[in-house]
């Protein structure tokens, strides 16, 4: 698809290695060039388009708050500008206006002549239960910057990084020595606590708590590990890479959970209704409100002020946009 950011002047970085993602008729992705967008699977045209600073290689994800917001996170590489010491971008947006809400920079550094990939390939994790106030991104290539800015003092090449979801806001950050291109996952217990498995880029996968950061265990696979693990209950399924060392692991997890030292209080219950009829009432008060809460989020999705989608179809509409009119195109939704 030919569609540019406000200001884009080249089509020469079309290319798109992160996965989409899809609300309703929308679809979501970015490009190689850093261009972010939102396209109507309806009509295969852009509703909005925004300019992230560089490649993007890691999936955008998508999170419909319980206030019915949707949010869409991303983060970007350190490819296209100059190289050396320099921040990559990892943002949220609103997914129907496509508005920055917050953008925070994590340093990082690449040698003018390193091939290796600099920035956020790994694939973020939405906390959901009782993680679900937190986002988590895995950035590799870390500079002396970037290690001061996370508090790691010990030459980490790359880190997982928690942060608030409302605000980008870093809790915590775990860092490693070897670089890391593998998506971290989370896992749960019956009860919503949630831990995180992360591993690197010389085998070592670690299991961490999701609230604190605190390592629970690590345990060194002896393989390099490009690809990301999957979970299924408590086994962990990896697979390693290398000559003589590439093999498909499931690993057990076991995590001893310590008893809370005091005994939890009960919230306080309401006061009885003093006769079957108020009882009655407040039943239906409390059913109605709760199907309100359930009903389905507004999908009319408008353009941001200053739409960069207007601006392009003014300046290349003619150009691009019209073989899109003249072409009959199977409806996707």
Same mark, same amino acid.
């Given at each position: 698809?030919?569609?540019?950011?406000?200001?884009?002047?080249?089509?020469? #970085?079309?290319?798109?290695?992160?996965? #989409? *993602?899809?609300?309703?008729?929308?679809?979501?992705?970015?490009?190689?060039?850093?261009?972010? $967008?939102?396209?109507?699977?309806?009509?295969?045209? +852009?509703?909005?388009? =925004?300019?992230?600073?560089?490649? =993007?290689?890691?999936?955008?994800?998508?999170?419909?708050?319980?206030?019915?917001? !949707?949010?869409?996170?991303?983060?970007?590489?350190?490819?296209?500008?100059?190289?050396?010491?320099?921040?990559?971008?990892?943002? $949220?947006?609103?997914? #129907?206006?496509?508005?920055?809400?917050?953008?925070?920079?994590?340093?990082?550094?690449?040698?003018?002549?390193?091939?290796?990939? %600099? &920035?956020?390939?790994?694939?973020?994790?939405?906390?959901?239960?009782?993680?679900?106030?937190?986002?988590?991104?895995?950035?590799?290539?870390?500079?002396?910057? @970037?290690?001061?800015?996370?508090?790691?003092?010990?030459?980490?090449?790359?880190?997982?990084?928690?942060?608030?979801?409302?605000?980008?806001?870093?809790?915590?950050?775990?860092?490693?020595?070897?670089?890391?291109?593998?998506? +971290?996952?989370? %896992?749960?217990?019956?009860?919503?606590?949630?831990?995180?498995?992360?591993?690197?880029?010389?085998?070592?996968?670690?299991?961490?708590?999701?609230?604190?950061?605190?390592? =629970?265990?690590?345990?060194?696979?002896?393989?390099?590990?490009?690809?990301?693990?999957?979970?299924?209950?408590? %086994?962990?399924?990896?697979?390693?890479?290398?000559?003589?060392?590439?093999?498909?692991?499931?690993?057990? !997890?076991?995590?001893?959970?310590?008893?809370?030292?005091?005994?939890?209080?009960?919230? /306080?219950? +309401?006061? *009885?209704?003093?006769?079957?009829?108020?009882?009655?009432?407040?039943?239906?008060?409390?059913?109605?409100?709760?199907?309100?809460?359930?009903?389905?989020?507004?999908?009319?999705?408008?353009?941001?002020? !200053?739409?960069? %989608?207007?601006?392009?179809?003014?300046?290349? @509409?003619? /150009?691009?946009?019209?073989?899109?009119?003249?072409?009959?195109?199977?409806?996707? &939704?």
């Amino acid at each position: 698809m030919n569609s540019r950011a406000k200001g884009q002047k080249s089509n020469a #970085l079309l290319a798109v290695e992160s996965s #989409l *993602a899809a609300y309703d008729k929308y679809i979501y992705y970015a490009d190689m060039g850093g261009v972010l $967008r939102c396209v109507d699977t309806n009509t295969l045209k +852009p509703v909005w388009a =925004v300019e992230t600073g560089d490649s =993007v290689m890691a999936a955008v994800a998508l999170d419909l708050t319980e206030n019915r917001e !949707l949010n869409l996170y991303t983060a970007n590489m350190l490819n296209n500008r100059k190289k050396g010491n320099s921040d990559i971008q990892i943002r $949220r947006y609103d997914a #129907l206006s496509g508005r920055e809400i917050w953008c925070t920079d994590i340093g990082v550094y690449k040698g003018k002549k390193d091939k290796d990939d %600099v &920035g956020a390939k790994a694939s973020p994790i939405l906390g959901q239960n009782g993680l679900n106030d937190y986002v988590y991104f895995t950035v590799t290539g870390l500079s002396d910057d @970037g290690r001061d800015r996370l508090r790691l003092t010990g030459g980490e090449q790359s880190a997982l990084i928690a942060m608030e979801k409302e605000t980008g806001n870093v809790v915590w950050a775990f860092g490693m020595k070897s670089r890391s291109e593998s998506s +971290p996952i989370a %896992v749960y217990d019956k009860k919503g606590n949630g831990w995180i498995v992360q591993c690197e880029q010389d085998g070592l996968m670690h299991l961490l708590n999701g609230l604190t950061g605190a390592l =629970v265990d690590t345990y060194d696979l002896e393989a390099q590990v490009e690809a990301s693990p999957c979970a299924y209950n408590n %086994v962990v399924v990896i697979g390693t890479t290398g000559k003589k060392t590439a093999f498909i692991y499931a690993i057990e !997890l076991k995590i001893e959970q310590e008893e809370e030292a005091e005994s939890v209080t009960p919230a /306080e219950e +309401p006061a *009885a209704a003093e006769n079957t009829e108020e009882a009655e009432a407040e039943y239906a008060d409390d059913t109605e409100t709760e199907y309100q809460d359930d009903a389905e989020p507004e999908r009319n999705v408008q353009p941001a002020e !200053l739409t960069e %989608v207007e601006d392009w179809e003014e300046e290349y @509409g003619d /150009e691009y946009g019209d073989e899109y009119d003249n072409e009959e195109s199977e409806t996707l &939704g």
